[in-house]
């Protein structure tokens, strides 16, 4: 699973950015690459927030271990073709 990624502007002074870019070469790393890791280090005590499952996506859920557990399954190697024929 690949994880969606955004785009951050920052504006720094320069002296700054020359600091930031000497500890980012120490460590092997680019600068974003060296800021990335001072942002999850940061954020790493912070609970991801958890959302429940609204009802219509809970009553899929069942709706459909039920058909697994009745052999209902669709199987397919062609989702496209599939998406077709419904």
Do not use: C
């Not at 991801?48 to 209902?72: C, I, L, R, T, W």
């Amino acid at each position: 699973m690949q994880t969606q990624t955004t785009q951050i502007r920052v504006t720094l002074p320069v002296k700054l950015q020359g600091f930031l870019q000497t500890k980012a070469n120490k460590y092997g790393l680019s600068l974003s690459g060296y800021i990335r890791n001072l942002v999850i280090n940061d954020v790493q005590d912070v609970k991801y927030p958890v959302f429940e499952m609204s009802d219509q996506s809970v009553s899929d859920f069942h709706e459909s271990m039920e058909a697994e557990k009745n052999g209902n399954l669709v199987v397919t190697d062609d989702v496209s073709q599939l998406l077709k024929d419904l």
